[in-house]
């Protein structure tokens, strides 16, 4: 069987710049890790990971919590997440917390038994009560990714969600809809609370008010949205347009507007909150604002990584990325 040994003597390099150009735990020249890659290939060398786990109190292995891993957008971050870790020479796992506290509990235990070299989580929560939580669970490097937690120092990368919805609701106030409606998200959740605070800013920079009824329960869940949407859609004032603040509930609406025999944008102007494969596909293809997810992402890895090597603290920094609006064909003038 290969070993080590094997791998330096025929990269012509020592035992010791072999094992850190393998394991990236000290700076090599580039050069020196092809060649020692070039060796591992070519005489079959597998290392130990459970050895060197034991060895550095670490594994090679990043985990990354979502709150839902089948939501589209979710499943873009795991698999840009998986490129970027096996090309820094890491494996990463993703994990459904489903917003249940409890589950995130648990899924961190897990994971610091597994020895994991670092984490990057969509929290459940966002308040001070869970930000102490957290600390007490927190144990390795860590990037927030789309929200932060009260009270956490760990570094932030998130969208200016008050920024992507209030780009939405303008567009469809520009197109001369005063009666929009808007899917909101989890109470108490920074990211629904930002969302929310979008709508309304557009509608207070207009100068128009807003009907209370037309903040409908959303919860980032299709299965409520859709029952929202029905409801409101078949009321007796329904809107004219209609917001939605993430992909799911987007779904969920989409499938209401089909069972009520209504389309957009003839009946309803429609547009959502992040974008997704096949939204240019549905008939008529979807306006959107597009969270700019490969950059936010490759973006976190990087920062983890970074701490990761230099075994440096979080600098608590809050990096914020711009929404942009992908104007199709499901919203119209009025």
């Known amino acids: 069987m290969a070993t080590i040994r094997d791998v330096a003597k025929l990269a012509g390099v020592a035992i010791s710049t072999a094992s850190a150009a393998i394991n990236r735990s000290a700076p090599v020249s580039e050069e020196v890790i092809a060649k020692v890659e070039e060796a591992v290939r070519e005489i079959g060398y597998v290392p130990h990971g459970a050895a060197q786990s034991l060895r550095s109190g670490q594994s090679r292995l990043i985990g990354l919590i979502v709150p839902n891993i089948s939501n589209p957008h979710f499943s873009a971050v795991a698999h840009i997440i998986e490129n970027a870790c096996l ?19 648990q899924i961190l235990r897990m994971l610091r038994q597994q020895r994991v070299a670092g984490l990057i989580i969509i ?17 390795v490097p860590t990037v927030l ?12 990368l998130k969208l200016d969600n008050v920024a992507a919805s209030r780009i939405a609701t303008e567009h469809l106030i520009r197109l001369g809809h005063r009666r929009i409606a808007v899917l909101t998200g989890i109470p108490g959740l920074i990211t ?20 209370p009824a037309l903040l409908l329960a959303g919860d980032f869940k299709e299965e409520t949205a859709r029952a929202s ?10 809107p004219t347009a209609l917001v939605s603040i993430n992909n799911m509930m987007t779904m969920g609406a989409l499938h ?6 209504l389309r957009a944008p003839a009946d309803v102007s429609f547009v959502g909150i992040d974008d ?9 293809p979807l306006t959107v604002v597009r969270v700019p997810v490969a950059e936010m992402t490759v973006r976190s890895i990087e920062v983890l990584l970074d701490e990761i090597a230099g ?5 608590g920094r809050v990096e914020v990325f711009q929404p942009t609006l992908v104007v199709r064909e499901s919203a119209r003038a009025v």
Not at 87 to 94: D, I
Not at 123 to 139: F, I, K, N, V, Y
Not at 192 to 211: K, N, P, Q, T, W
Not at 311 to 315: G, Q, Y
């Open 87 to 105: 090309n820094a020479g890491y494996l990463s796992m993703a994990f459904s917390t489903g917003q249940d506290s409890e589950r995130e509990s």
């Open 123 to 139: 929290p459940t929560r966002s308040d001070a009560a869970h930000g102490e939580r957290l600390a007490r669970e927190l144990h």
């Open 145 to 156: 990714l789309d929200m932060y937690v009260e009270g956490l120092p760990h570094d932030v």
């Open 192 to 211: 629904s609370e930002d969302r929310l605070a979008g709508y309304l800013e557009a509608h207070r920079r207009a100068g128009i008010d807003v009907d």
């Open 229 to 238: 949407v029905r409801a409101v859609m078949t009321g007796a004032m329904p």
């Open 256 to 261: 209401a507007l089909r069972e009520l025999g």
């Open 276 to 284: 997704f494969d096949f939204a240019d596909l549905i008939d008529p």
């Open 311 to 315: 075994k440096r603290p979080p600098t």
